[in-house]
Antibody
Framework: QVQLQESGPRLVKPSETLSLTCTVS????????WSWIRQPPGEGLEWIGL???????YYNSSLRSRVTISVDTSKNQVSLSLHSVTAADTAVYYC??????????????WGPGTLVTVSS | DIQMTQSPSSLSASVGDRVTITCQAS??????LNWYQQKPGKAPKLLMY???NLETGVPSRFSGSGSGTLFTLSISGLQPEDFATYFC?????????FGGGTKVDIK
């Protein structure tokens, strides 16, 4: 059974960089697409971006200037960096697996999510 | 970006009821739509893909229909474990976008 687990600092100061790691266990990171999705408290879901195990990335244009997603196949990890954060970036951040992209994109496995608060 | 509008935003129902949730896309997305269930404090769970296909392990009381711009998720015979928030998600056009959610709670 594939499992995803997000990890990283829960509190980030405004203007700094939010950094999270998603560790995949129970399966290989290869041959799949790995996405970051966030959900502000009490709000809906926003897709941030996605990476293939080869390193090809796709970002939401609304965040592209501030986002970097990377992959480490040796560690079965995907990482997210979000630069110059503000309070509006406070959210639960999820990593999720997509078996296909962009045709047939469905997120079939998700991590439990981690709440990141941006505050001084 | 394609806007996804769900209705209602919340509803109250009883165990055993049939519940229908609607998701409307801002433009034609053919059948490129998924449905997720989210319980408080938990990650979303994929229920339906390609508008009407049941994800493995999801009970058959869940069904999805629609194409173009209008889609529905139905739950026939609501069970206690079905009280949750439901989201639709389109993948016809980048970026993938989600509906605002429909919260189903106990009447």
């Amino acid at each position: 059974q594939v499992q995803l687990q997000e990890s990283g600092p829960r509190l980030v100061k405004p203007s700094e960089t939010l950094s999270l790691t998603c560790t995949v266990s129970g399966g290989s990171i290869r041959d799949y697409y790995w996405s970051w999705i966030r959900q502000p408290p009490g709000e809906g879901l926003e897709w941030i971006g996605l990476i293939y195990f080869t390193g090809n990335t796709y970002y939401n244009s609304s965040l592209r200037s501030r986002v970097t997603i990377s992959v480490d196949t040796s560690k079965n990890q995907v990482s997210l960096s979000l630069h110059s954060v503000t309070a509006a970036d406070t959210a639960v951040y999820y990593c999720a697996r997509a078996p296909a992209w962009p045709t047939g994109t469905k997120f079939d496995y998700w991590g439990p999510g981690t709440l990141v608060t941006v505050s001084s | 970006d394609i806007q996804m509008t769900q209705s209602p935003s919340s509803l109250s129902a009883s165990v055993g009821d049939r519940v229908t949730i609607t998701c409307q896309a801002s433009r034609d997305i053919t059948n490129n739509l998924n449905w997720y269930q989210q319980k408080p404090g938990k990650a979303p769970k994929l229920l339906m893909y390609d508008a009407s296909n049941l994800e493995t392990g999801v009970p058959s009381r869940f069904s999805g229909s629609g194409s173009g711009t209008l889609f529905t998720l139905s739950i026939s015979g609501l069970q206690p474990e079905d009280f949750a928030t439901y989201f639709c998600q389109q993948y016809d056009s980048l970026p993938p976008t989600f509906g605002g959610g429909t919260k189903v709670d106990i009447k």
